[in-house]
């Protein structure tokens, strides 16, 4: 398994797909998605070899990521590629849902058996002023058609002080009857969003007291789950979990690398520069070359972001990797 100098082993791998996004998120695209980048997205047969070598070097799940990855005609098909890799057992998702009541079911024919669904707020004024646009209906809708089809369904609601932080029971009601699991995501800053962060940044520790007073108990960490916490309620089918960038140790429990939809490996949401691995994706013959490389480049990975510090790193967006 591929180890970093800190001792910590992964196993799971953030493929971004495509930058583009068709919403207009507050915290990430405002003003909508500008295409800056004149390379072409990773083809489905380059995305096979990448995952095949990452496979061989003991990543056993991916995460399919944008932007929005259903901006890709071709996702079923993408899906189905990285799937396929022998010693992958789990491909996610991670959607605005836009698309995914009709694609729910292809997807999952194709080997996708998880599915992150942003959700930002349950009230469709708030929805439609955090993304864009008004479609919180659809997306619940595509939640549940997941939930019918057997996948491993997860709501992620970025956490925003003053716009949805009073939502916190209405989310817990809507885990109750499903079996889901609500994810509460901290506010991360970047290079494009300094101002909002400053004015919406809410500590999703805040929520811990409110949920310990509702009955809800803290869970083991599952395998290859990294730095979330999990609560569950014995009353309540779904769970709720909290994803806190600023805790203490937080990048203790990392086992994730990602690349972005060109082909380039970030060490870190975080970290300053990339490195393009595209060079060795064009023939399938050269995987042991590309884990090298990629061998080579992981002990380089620090300990730990630096946002305490007021190190972002060089992404202007989440949309450019996949969050």
Not at 96 to 101: E, F, I, S
Not at 133 to 149: P, Y
Request: contains cysteine.
């Amino acid at each position: 398994m591929l180890t970093d100098s800190h001792g910590r082993r992964f196993e799971y791998l953030r493929l971004s797909v495509d930058d583009a996004c068709n919403f207009r998120c507050l915290y990430c695209l405002p003003k909508g998605f500008v295409k800056t980048d004149e390379e072409p997205p990773l083809s489905v047969e380059e995305a096979r070899r990448l995952v095949t070598a990452f496979a061989a070097m003991g990543f056993w799940k991916v995460r399919l990521t944008g932007g929005e990855p259903t901006t890709r005609q071709d996702i079923v098909e993408l899906a189905s590629a990285v799937a396929s890799v022998e010693g992958i057992r789990k491909v996610a998702l991670s959607t605005n849902g836009y698309r995914l009541k009709e694609l729910a079911a292809p997807l999952s024919r194709a080997g996708v058996s998880a599915v992150n669904v942003s959700v930002d707020s349950l009230i469709p004024e708030r929805f439609a002023e955090i993304t864009g646009h008004n479609r919180l209906h659809d997306a619940l809708k595509a939640v549940d058609e997941c939930i019918d089809l057997g996948l491993d369904a997860k709501v992620n609601v970025v956490l925003l002080k003053d716009k949805n932080d009073d939502e916190l029971a209405a989310f817990m009601e809507y885990a109750k009857p499903r079996k889901i699991s609500v994810r509460f995501i901290e506010l991360m800053p970047t290079a494009d969003n300094a101002d909002f962060f400053a004015e919406r940044h809410l500590k999703s520790a805040a929520i811990v007291p409110p949920l310990l007073a509702a009955g809800w108990t803290e869970r083991e960490r599952a395998p290859g789950s990294g730095p979330a916490r999990v609560f569950g309620h014995p009353q309540y089918k779904g769970t709720l979990g909290l994803i806190a960038p600023y805790e203490k140790n937080f990048c203790d429990h990392c086992n994730r690398l990602r690349v972005t939809s060109r082909g380039r490996l970030r060490l870190c949401l975080f970290a300053e520069g990339e490195f393009s691995l595209r060079p060795w994706l064009q023939r399938d013959e050269q995987s042991r070359e590309l884990q090298k490389v990629v061998t080579d480049l992981v002990v380089k990975k620090e300990i730990s972001h630096y946002l305490d510090q007021g190190r972002l790193g060089d992404t202007k967006h989440f949309a450019s990797m996949g969050g």
